[in-house]
Structures are given as C-alpha cells and as structure tokens.
C-alpha cells in the first residue's frame, strides 16, 4: 500500500491513497503527531484513477516541528508511511502572518574577515550551510560538479535556525569566490539548493558564490538627456545574442554582453551593432532576458537558441552571455554595458519574466520553501496561465517581497533605467504598486511597463495586474495591442490575413484617432504614460512578414508601408515602442514565434540595414522629429484634449496638435489640399522648413507635417 500524506491547512490533514487499495483499509490507519496517536476520522472526498483523496481534521493547528504520519495496523501488520509533508499550509494567510521575514539580510554578508549566510526556510527541519571550495578551483562536467581544489575546502556547517523560520550561519576567513549550497532536510527528505539572493554562481547554477561587493565596477556615467515622463523615451528592444551573432555585424564577442559595447564596427562605410544602436536617436534599449535561465547549458551557447524566457535565476545574469564566465563578470559585464550605454546617452531596460520558471521542481526558492511558490488549482495541479507549465505566486508574502528586493538590486547594482515585465497580468497589483514604490524613490524616472493581457490563471480576477485595471497602477505602463492590431492588423497566424489601418484599411479610422491620442481619451488608459504604442516585437511574425502575407506588394509599396508605419507610431502620444530591425524591414522567413528557431532565423544580418537604408534614415528623423517637438510627447491627458483636433478629408486624416498639422494619408492613392494661408513643411521624408501654401500634395502612404 502507498500513501502521501501532505498537511494542507493548520487543522487540514489529507493523504492519497493509491490503487489498487481496498477502501476498507481506512478502518486500519491510524494517526500520530510525533509519537502519540491522536482522534481521527477519515473520509474520501476525491476519488481518481489511480487513488483516493482522503482527509481529515486535526484536533488542534498544528506545530512547526511536529511530524505527522499515519500508521497502519491490523492484527498481521503494522508498519509506518512516511511523514507527512507541509503543502498547502504555506499557501495560507495563517503561515505568512507567522513566519513572513522582513529583512534586508538574506543571502551572503561578506566581509574580508567573515561571511554571514541567511537562508529563509521555515518549513526544514535542518538546514546546512556546504562549502564547496573556491570557484576557480571547481569545474562542471556532465551536470556534476568536480573539485580540483587543493585549499582544503568542502565543508558543511549547521545553520542556527532563528525568528521566522531564517537558518543563519557565520563562517570566519576571507570567503570571496567560494562556491557554496545549502542542504535541507524536511522530516528525513534530503534536498540541495542554491541561494536566491546570492550575486553570482557557477556554470549552469551548480552552485552560488560568494563575491565582494567592493570589487563591483563603479556606475560612472548619467544619461545627459532628460526624460521628464514615459513620453519622452523611445524604446527599441533587442535580444543580445541576435544583435551582434551574424558575422556581418563585425563584432569580435559576436551575441554577447561585451559584444554589444564594441565600437566603430561597420560594413560598406555603414555602422553596425552598438555604432548603429547610437546613431538612431532612440532614448531606451530593452534587453531581452539577460538573467540566468534554463534553455540549455552554459557551454552549449552556440549549438541550442533561445529567447530566455524560461527564467532560472533571477539574481544573476545569464552566464553564456559572457564571454568569459567568472563569478565577478556575472555582475561587471552588464555593469560594464549600461556604465558604456549611460555614457553615449542612452538608457538601459531589462525584460523581466516573474510570472513563471523554467523548470518548476528545480527552482531554488521551491526547493527551500516547497509549495510556498506556485499556484495550484484543484490541490495537486500547478495552475498555468504562463502555458509555460507553472506560475509564480506573486501574491505571497515572501515571493513579493524577493520580486520586490531583485527589482531594487537591479536599479541599486546595474544602475539600469527601466523593467519591462512578461506576462505582467500573472503578477498581482500589489507587488507591481510596491516595486514602483521601491525603485523610484531610487531612480523618479524609471520606466515600468508590461504585457498586461488577462491570463487564464487561478488568481482572481481584481487581483492581476492586467491592462483593465491600469487605473489601480498609475505608474505602470502597457503594451497596448488595440494600437497593434489596429494599425497592423491582428497577429494570430488564424488572422493573419487580416490588414490594419497603417496597411491601408480606412474604415478603421475612428479607433486610429483614439491610438493617436494615446487610448486616454476613450477611458481605455488612465493616463498617456500607460499607453506603449507598438505593432512588432519579439512575438509573432515581423511587420514585413505580416505585410509580405497578407498584401501583394512590390518592393516600393513594402518600404512606404513600413515607413508609414514608423511615422504612425512616432506622432502618436504615448510612449513609442521599435523592435529591432523593424525599422530595416527585418524578416525572420515568415516565421510566426522564433524562441528556439536558431541564429538562421535570429540573427541580425546586417546587410538588411544596408539594403534598407533609405528606411532606417527616415526612421532616425521621425525620432528627431519626436524629439525636438514637444507636441508629440504631451505630458497629460488634460493637454491632449486642449491641443489636438482631427477632421477627416476624404480618406486622408488632419491632424492638429496646437500649431502643429499632421496630413496622414493610409490610401494609395495620392490626395491634393488647399492650404488656407502660408504653411512650413517640417517634415516629409526627413526635418526640414521648406515655405509651402496653396495646393499641398500628399502622397500615397504618408504622413507630413506642417508648422503655421
């Protein structure tokens, strides 16, 4: 007979009984608490197809320390099932009132002369801190670790469990760059972790490492440009690895962290990678996933792919980013990146994936506090509104405040400018209000946004922090897909055929004037700053591929769409959203979600650029265009009603902000207006200030601006 036994509330015993088992067995089982039999009455409540639900209430809450078990006695047999686990208890508001930790001391504590470990683990019964050797000295191979180290070093250490369930240790010596795990014990199931707030580790997260923060590289360098609102930041996302992997980028540390600062890289007298990032203007660059996860091993970067959205660590960066992974360039590569980006004035934002891990029953914090980090339904089955298999439990007590704590080490360490978060409507409103709170007393203008779609997950509905409730999260922003599939088009490849307004679709002008206005002006969006005006990005087809699918256009007609496009997104209040390449017309072959597809598909090649040029040039005066004119960044809702007018002529929009008149024409057709008195051309395929009065000819496909 096999039986699991889990306590699930502080009076909730249940057990499951597996098949094939006679019911009647139940009259034989008694219950113990430690080593006393206590009253117990049993009753199935759930039945499957290989076992039986059992449950049972417990005469009073029960004790951290107390061991349950059933045991089964007959006048023939009788023997002991195993201890019964702690689960669904941790889940409860009870446990997070009784042991939540508030400090700010968890992980290492390092001093030349000693080193202080914290580890919060209340539901172990006995936590050892174990001293593998120093990092240099070890080695992975096969997933195992190696030591080759001659000092001496393997040593364990009892940790002294304290107040809320903290086990700490302190062990003297100088203890820079020893690797280190804990071993936990829970009622005689023996597991190793790796510690959640440790700075770095070693390859494939083996195992943690204890660094001096002193040796930490010096955040020199401030942005000169002022970013006085979300509005004023144009960001342009890209992946590492794909920015600088093809060997037309002529980056030495081709798709890695070091990689993405070299200089003077070009080809045909054109820039590429970091010199081309510099020369488009753009105020934000949004790293995709940086932070250590769980696609593949370290050492494999250049035979497997993938985006990183499967997270591992959230405390350390991905190590096959770096061209040479040591403990200390887990921290000084990216410091390294955002000191060198500051310093040509640009501004740095991490894509961040908190609503789910990669692999579920090898994250640390799981392995620490097991069933404390994940949402169930229906007890025994992970919820997964990620479709990625799990999703973290944002709402706890503990994991809100490590999300919190990560996002405050990412400003205080890496001195960056700004989180973009997947999947953000997994993450419940508080934890995004509190990291708001936390990282702008730091930094006023950092930027917060996310994906803020509505989830298909067990946390209930008033508590996510999806799009519709952007008015209970005044400092976040959002992807706005209505500005996406309206301008493009819908992106499901079951839609795909589908054309938006900047494709030429004019019968959908009415929802193109509320996008223009930032989506504040229909109580969709509290505020301008909330509304991320986007039509790619790293999901789905490109906005060539989408356009080369569902429209039969030649060369010409694909450049003036996507510019028109661009300038669409560019004069739009809000915040303007760029993947990288969609301003050179990047196509990844039609492919739909390219996560794991490979470098083929990937990688940036830059003879694109090149070949595309006359786009990316427009595209770098429509940021200057931005830029210099303040009536594209209006800083409030209040503004936008008093500044902006629209009047329709024939199929062409007007639209006025203030002295300002923007002609967008979606047709292909090309459109003639009398002008009232003298106009200045600002604007057509580049800045300028050409006089210009009587009949004004707007040509198919585009926007032009006019100052009076």
């Not at 174990?130 to 195992?144: M, P």
């Not at 439990?393 to 700004?418: H, N, P, Q, T």
């Not at 991320?532 to 256009?553: A, G, P, Q, S, W």
Request: glycine share 6%.
């Amino acid at each position: 007979m096999r039986i699991e036994a889990y306590i699930d509330d502080y009076t909730l015993l249940q057990f499951k009984i597996f098949k094939p088992v006679d019911v009647g067995c139940l009259s034989y089982l008694h219950l113990y608490r430690d080593n006393s039999e206590i009253a117990a009455t049993f009753q199935i409540v759930k039945e499957s197809s290989d076992a039986y639900m059992v449950k049972t209430t417990l005469p009073r809450p029960c004790k951290y320390g107390e061991v349950y078990r059933l045991m089964y006695k007959s006048q023939s047999e009788q023997h002991y099932f195993p201890a019964a686990k702690w689960r669904h208890i941790v889940a409860t508001e009870q446990f997070d009132r009784m042991f939540a930790y508030q400090g700010d001391d968890l992980g290492p504590q390092y001093t030349k002369t000693s080193t202080t470990f914290k580890v919060w683990a209340p539901t172990a019964n006995q936590v050892s801190l174990h001293i593998l050797g120093r990092a240099e000295q070890l080695q992975l191979k096969s997933g195992k670790l190696l030591s080759k180290n001659t000092d001496g070093h393997d040593d364990f250490y009892i940790m002294e469990r304290g107040n809320k369930g903290v086990y700490t240790v302190t062990v003297q010596g100088d203890l820079d760059l020893m690797a280190y795990v804990y071993e936990l014990n829970f009622n005689g199931e023996h597991t190793t972790a790796i510690d959640p707030y440790s700075y770095s580790c070693l390859a494939d997260a083996s195992a943690s490492v204890v660094l001096n923060p002193a040796k930490f590289l010096h955040n020199i360098y401030r942005p000169q440009s002022k970013i006085a609102n979300y509005q004023d930041a144009v960001i342009y996302e890209l992946s590492v690895r794909d920015f600088t992997m093809d060997p037309t980028s002529q980056v030495h540390d081709r798709g890695k962290l070091s990689g993405m600062i070299e200089s003077n890289t070009g080809i045909y007298g054109r820039e590429t990678a970091f010199a081309y990032l510099c020369s488009l203007g753009v105020t934000h660059v949004q790293l995709m996933p940086v932070l250590d996860f769980d696609s593949y091993k370290e050492a494999d970067y250049y035979t497997s792919y993938n985006w990183g959205y499967d997270p591992k660590q959230y405390n350390v960066v991905e190590g096959s980013y770096l061209a040479k992974d040591t403990p200390y360039a887990r921290v000084n590569d990216l410091r390294r990146l955002v000191n060198v980006y500051h310093q040509h004035d640009l501004r740095v934002n991490l894509d961040v994936v908190f609503n789910h891990v990669g692999h579920a029953d090898d994250y640390a914090w799981e392995k620490l506090v097991p069933y404390y980090n994940y949402r169930y339904f229906d007890e025994e089955y992970l919820s997964n509104g990620s479709f990625c298999g799990n999703e973290l439990r944002s709402e706890a007590k503990m994991l809100r405040k490590y999300i919190v704590d990560m996002c405050v080490r990412y400003v205080k360490i890496f001195d960056i400018d700004g989180l973009r978060f997947d999947l953000m409507g997994l993450l419940d409103i508080t934890t995004m209000n509190e990291i708001a709170f936390m990282v702008k007393k730091i930094k006023p203008d950092f930027m917060l946004y996310g994906e803020g779609w509505n989830m298909p997950t067990v946390l209930p509905d008033d508590k996510k922090a999806m799009m519709y409730h952007n008015y209970k999260m005044p400092e976040i922003g959002f992807f706005n897909d209505c500005y996406r599939d309206t301008i493009k088009g819908k992106t499901s490849l079951d839609q795909i055929m589908d054309i938006g307004y900047g494709l030429g679709d004019v019968s959908k002008v009415q929802l193109a004037k509320d996008l223009l206005l930032g989506s504040c002006m229909n109580g969709k969006l509290r505020s301008l700053s909330q509304s991320v005006n986007y039509i790619e990005c790293h999901d789905n087809m490109t906005f060539y591929d989408k356009m080369v699918r569902c429209e039969n256009l030649d060369t010409f007609w694909r450049k003036q769409r996507t510019k028109f496009c661009l300038a669409l997104i560019m004069i739009s209040q809000g915040v303007p959203f760029i993947h990288c390449g969609q301003e050179f017309m990047r196509s990844k072959g039609g492919a739909d979600n390219t996560y794991n597809a490979g470098d083929k598909v990937n990688a940036i090649n830059w003879y694109d650029a090149i070949k595309n040029y006359d786009v990316v040039n427009y595209f770098k005066e429509l940021v200057k265009l931005r830029r210099r004119y303040k009536e594209f960044r209006l800083p409030s809702n209040t503004a936008v009603a008093r500044s902006c007018h629209f009047t329709e002529y024939y199929d062409i929009l007007l639209y006025q902000i203030n002295d300002l008149l923007i002609f967008i024409n979606p047709t292909c057709y090309e459109y003639k207006y009398q002008l009232p008195g003298e106009r200045h051309l600002i604007f057509a395929d580049k800045l300028q200030d050409v006089p210009v009065k009587g009949e004004l000819k707007i040509p198919p496909a585009t926007v032009l601006v006019l100052q009076e």
